[in-house]
Structures are given as C-alpha cells and as structure tokens.
C-alpha cells in the first residue's frame, strides 16, 4: 500500500463511512436539537435579565451582574462538569443532554445579556424621555422605541457569541449524550477506524459553515457606519 | 436533603484539605497551557492577518476558506481529531502536542479574523506617509500599522485571549492534567463534588478581573458606535 492508500483506507473508508453514517445523521439531528434549544433558553433569559436590570433595582442588578459574571468567567466545560458529576452529590440527577443545555443555556444568557445590556444604555436617554412624555409606560417605552433600536445594534455581536456558544454543543460528548462527536468517538472505538471522526468533522462543517459565513455577512450587514 | 448534607457535598473542608495539592498541580498546567496556546494562537493570527494584506486572489480565497473552516469545526471536534485521529496515520502525538495542533489552528484563525480587522481599520494614508519616509513594506507593517492595528480591536483581543484561556478546560478530554481534569479525577475518587467545585472557584478569582475589565471596554465601544 502506498502512503496515500493507507491514509485513504484509515481517514475515509467507504465501508466503515457506510457503517456509522446513520448515526453521524442521528448525532446530527440531537446536535441540532440541542443547540435550539440552547438558543431559545439562552436568549430569551439574557434579554429577560436585559429588561429586568433596565428597571433599575441596585440589588437586583448586582445580583444580574454577579451572574453575568460567573457564566463569563468559568468554562462552560466546568459547568457541564460541575451540573453533571456535581448535582448528583445533591441527590440531583440530571442526564447528559439536560446537563449540556442547562449549562450552555447559562453561559448564552450571560453574554447575550451583557450584550442586550449593552444595546439598551447606547439608546440615546432623550429616546427614552420623548417616548416617556407622550404618554408611554415604561414597558411599552421599552418594547416600541428603546428595544428596536437596541437589537439593531446587537445583532452582529450576537450573532457571533451565539455561534461561538452553540458549537460548544459538542462539549455535550463528554457526558455521554450521542451527538455528532460523542456518535463519532463511539464510532471510532468499535470500528478501530477514524473514518466516523472525518465524518463527524464533515457533518460539523456542514452545518456551521453556512453560519460562519452567513454571521460574516450579518457583520458587514448590519455594521454601524456613520 | 438539609443545609449540612449540601455544605459536605459541595464545600467539604476535609475533601479540599486532601484534594489540595492535586488541584494546586492542575492549576500550574493550566497556566503553563494558557502560557503556551496564547502565544501560539497569537503567532498563528499575526500570520493569517499578514497574508490577508496580500491582494492576490490566489492567496485570498484560500485564507478566508482556511480561517472559516477552522472557526466552523468546534475546537474539541479538532482537538479529538488530533489526538485520536493522528494515531491512525502513523503519528503518535502526546495530549500537549495534540493540544498545541488543534489550538494553534483554531484560536489562530480567531485571532487572524481580528486582527485582520485591525489592520483594515489603520487608513490607508498611515502605510503611504510611513513608507515616503523611506520604511520598507515589512519595517512600515511591524511599526506603523501593526501597532494601531492592536490598539483598535484591544478589546476584541482580550476578550478572545479570555476565551482560549477557559478553552484549555478542554485538554481534559485528551487526559492532559490540568485543573478541571484534575477536578474530575479527586471527585471521582472522593465521591464528592467538592473538588469541582473548587475548581470552579478557582477559574472564577482568576478570569472574573478580566471579565470586569471586558464590561467596561465592550459598554464603551458600543456606546461609542451611535
């Protein structure tokens, strides 16, 4: 066998590619679940956080930037870690997949409030006092004039630390839930081949390159030019 | 389950007397890794924002598809590939040389992606008056540009550097004994969760100066974009 043949027959062997793709595309499909529902939970909790620290209570807002903090600060693998292994010590036991979400969840609420935070104060207050004085309450002041011209602002960035944060989905791997990685690992060890890992690298390409690209756009796009 | 029972098994005096010295030796590699990727991703970033000055399409399609593939593969995907995968070709590679692979490729391609912003924010006009007083191309970019370049995506920088340094948590995975994988080693042998959680504690006092002084900058530069 030449060089090149023995590399073919290790990284992209057809019959062991044919073996394990179902469950790359099984993996592929939990991957995907897993990051909406990280994107879902994690967004809506930072902009919740977001509105609820523009009501202005001191406690309250430490206790905001004390969380934002702590999911800033740590890696997300030692909160996986931590909810994983640690919680069961607490007589909670939570499974790989609700692990992972949970905390990913955790760490996209915290960047994506510091960054809805920070869209909401780079609202003009004259916005905030005109909307006030026709009449407005706080909450549809908040909803019809400061928000939409908040999220403009936030999109590029956001959309990058959501990217960021959802490829950490492969974290989950470590605590066993089946998704691209963990599915290409197990593949890897009964098929002593690395073709399921080449798989697996392709299936992640697949679905984050588009969105590498398209957050590349959004950048350009939405960038503020003045 | 009361007060007590949660206090033992999250913040178990005893545990942490024993589990000490292995946290404390876990948290040296983590400096020692942080101490040698940061510098690797930053060497990797200066050359890809280098190239990315070269105007030939040659040279460009091939950059932007190398530094949108590695931010589309997520850093554990490439790191077990590394680790797992090179075996197979024939390369037998220790966990701190599949580590320094799998994170020169992908934090370089990040730190590519901002500085090559940087270097594009520094106006055409300071490259001109620099070489028409006799720099060269080479002297004009290390002296003139570079320096702005940096100054310019500061933030960016930081808050990236932040990132790679909580991204180490990963060479757990690859059984490098570092502080999480220590972490996970004494919980495993204690059955308690006290060790992770001093591990968290750990990550938290040595990141949360950083994440403080990132608030401050991101607030200000986007405060700054109205």
């Known amino acids: 066998m030449t060089g090149w043949e023995r590399f073919a027959d290790s990284f992209l062997n057809a019959r062991v590619a044919a073996e394990y793709l179902p469950k790359i595309v099984e993996g592929f499909g939990l991957t995907v679940v897993l990051a909406l529902c990280i994107i879902a939970a994690g967004l809506t909790a930072g902009l919740a956080l977001a509105v609820l620290r523009s009501l202005g209570v001191r406690p309250l807002n430490w206790l905001i930037i004390f969380a934002v903090d702590l999911f800033r600060a740590l890696p997300p693998l030692v909160v996986i870690a931590l909810l994983y292994f640690g919680l069961p010590a607490a007589g909670l036991s939570l499974s790989g997949f609700a692990a992972a979400w949970l905390a990913l969840s955790l760490v996209l609420m915290a960047f994506s409030e510091e960054i809805f935070w920070a869209g909401i104060t780079a609202v003009p207050k004259g916005q905030w006092e005109a909307a006030r004085s026709t009449g407005l309450g706080f909450l549809p002041t908040l909803r019809l004039v400061v928000l939409p011209q908040a999220l403009r602002i936030t999109v590029p960035p956001l959309t990058n630390r959501t990217i960021a944060i959802t490829k950490n989905t492969a974290l989950a791997s470590v605590v066993a839930v089946p998704e691209i990685l963990g599915a290409a690992q197990a593949g890897v060890s009964f098929g002593f081949n690395p073709t399921p890992l080449t798989l697996g690298a392709a299936a992640y390409l697949v679905l984050f390159l588009p969105v590498v690209v398209l957050g590349r756009w959004v950048e350009t796009r939405f960038a503020w030019k003045r | ?226």
């Open chain 2, 1 to 226: 389950m009361t007060w007590a029972d949660f206090t033992l098994a999250f913040f178990s005096l005893d545990i942490l007397r024993q589990a000490w010295p292995i946290l404390l030796s876990g948290l040296v590699q983590t400096l020692l890794l942080s101490a040698m990727v940061v510098p690797l991703g930053l060497l990797g970033g200066v050359l890809l924002a280098l190239l990315s000055t070269v105007r030939s399409p040659w040279v460009r399609w091939p950059l932007m598809a190398w530094v949108d593939v590695f931010r589309s593969l997520p850093p554990l995907v490439l790191l077990v590939f590394v680790y797992a995968g090179l075996p197979f070709a024939g390369l037998e590679v220790s966990p701190w040389g599949a580590v320094a692979i799998g994170f020169f490729l992908n934090t370089g391609a990040y730190y590519g992606e901002i500085l090559r912003a940087g270097i594009e924010s520094v106006p055409a006009g300071q490259v001109e008056a620099a070489r028409s007083t006799g720099l060269s191309r080479g002297q004009a970019m290390a002296w003139v540009v570079l320096p702005q370049a940096v100054r310019n995506v500061l933030p960016d920088l930081i808050s990236n550097t932040l990132e790679v340094v909580k991204l180490t948590s990963i060479a757990s995975v690859v059984a490098l004994p570092e502080l999480l994988f220590q972490a996970r080693q004494a919980q495993s042998v204690t059955f308690n969760a006290t060790p992770i959680m001093a591990a968290a504690v750990a990550y938290f006092v040595l990141l949360w100066p950083v994440v403080r002084l990132l608030s401050r900058l991101e607030n200000r530069q986007l405060a700054g974009r109205r």
